[in-house]
């Protein structure tokens, strides 16, 4: 188990990785004109965005995969915990470069990345419930119940891992909004990993990575954004989020410390089915973090207020399992 004290240095580390190449990385991207094309049918305040440099999730995707590398021995589950983050990085960093090569804001068409997403998800799922004898065996938050879900567990886990990803995906749409949330849940994982009954140093280690490359994207990311993460970066911070809670045997704890990553979600799901059953829109605009905005919220306001929500989150999260 390792101490608070090199856990902190393997955020800095990872921290410094990222600040020290983002600033050769973001005008190599300007110069390749690897520019971010916003959506038509976003907020008309988002246009000023256009072209603003993206795919920065490139940069806390090498920051987590040389600190995972070096700062622990390379187990097993570094291994898998490395490859959801790579591999859903890598499917968001093909969206990416459609978008950017077609200029137009929709890169993989939706049954090409699905498809992708639940190849992924089912090597994740299976190789935990072949390599851990407790993995069907999922504790429900603030009780001593285990629920065995026995061969359930690898259908459950690929939706839980595909809905999951996408969440932390939909929950990118605002500057610093989806690395700040993502550095907060990390830092529960890592308590989770480092001091509870399901202490896990590997899981300790990415999560600490991926705290500090958050931290270290935010400041470029923070409003006004020098550089987005595009889905390059939200499906890679996805799958960290995923590979933390899976490997640590604690997914039912995802809907409470990614309770925004859910709100998100649901808003999109919420908003399709009533406007295609009648017609009408329960938001202003989704995901919910444009409703806010449409109701005359500062984009820094809601997410302030996201990061906030997020951190009495996760301070429930440390009752349910200390």
């Known amino acids: 188990m390792l101490g608070i004290t090199e856990l902190t240095y393997t955020a800095l580390f990872s921290f410094l990785i990222v600040v020290i190449l983002g600033p050769i990385f973001i005008p190599m991207l300007t110069k390749f004109k690897f520019g971010q094309t916003v959506r038509d049918d976003g907020p008309k305040t988002h246009l000023a965005k256009n072209g603003t440099p993206t795919m920065g999730g490139i940069l806390m995707i090498v920051a987590i995969l040389i600190t995972g590398l070096t700062r622990s021995k390379v187990g097993p589950d570094m291994v898998i915990g490395l490859i959801s983050i790579f591999g859903f990085g890598l499917i968001g960093f093909i969206d990416d470069f459609i978008i950017i090569k077609k200029r137009r804001s929709l890169g993989l068409k939706p049954w090409q990345k699905i498809v992708m997403q639940f190849g992924l998800a089912l090597y994740i799922a299976n190789y935990q419930y072949t390599a851990s004898a407790s993995a069907p065996q999922l504790m429900i938050p603030f009780t001593d119940i ?169 301070w429930i999260g440390i009752i349910a399992i200390f």
């Open 146 to 314: 285990a629920i065995n879900l026995g061969p359930l567990y690898v259908p459950i886990m690929v939706f839980v891992i595909v809905g999951t990803v996408n969440a932390v995906n939909l929950t990118d749409g605002l500057d610093g909004l989806a690395s700040g949330i993502t550095l907060i849940v990390s830092t529960f994982f890592m308590l989770l990993a480092s001091y509870s009954g399901v202490a896990n140093t590997e899981v300790a280690v990415l999560a600490a990575a991926t705290i500090g490359a958050c931290l270290g994207f935010l400041g470029f990311n923070a409003y006004p954004a020098r550089i987005f993460m595009g889905d390059t970066g939200s499906m890679a911070l996805g799958g960290a989020v995923v590979a933390f809670a899976i490997l640590t045997n604690s997914v039912l704890l995802i809907p409470l410390v990614g309770g925004i990553y859910f709100a998100e979600a649901i808003s999109v799901i919420l908003q399709v089915a009533s406007f295609k059953l009648t017609g009408k829109r329960i938001f202003k605009m989704a995901p919910i973090h444009h409703h806010f905005e449409q109701c005359g919220w500062p984009e820094t306001k809601v997410v302030f207020t996201f990061w906030i929500v997020t951190v009495i989150l996760t």
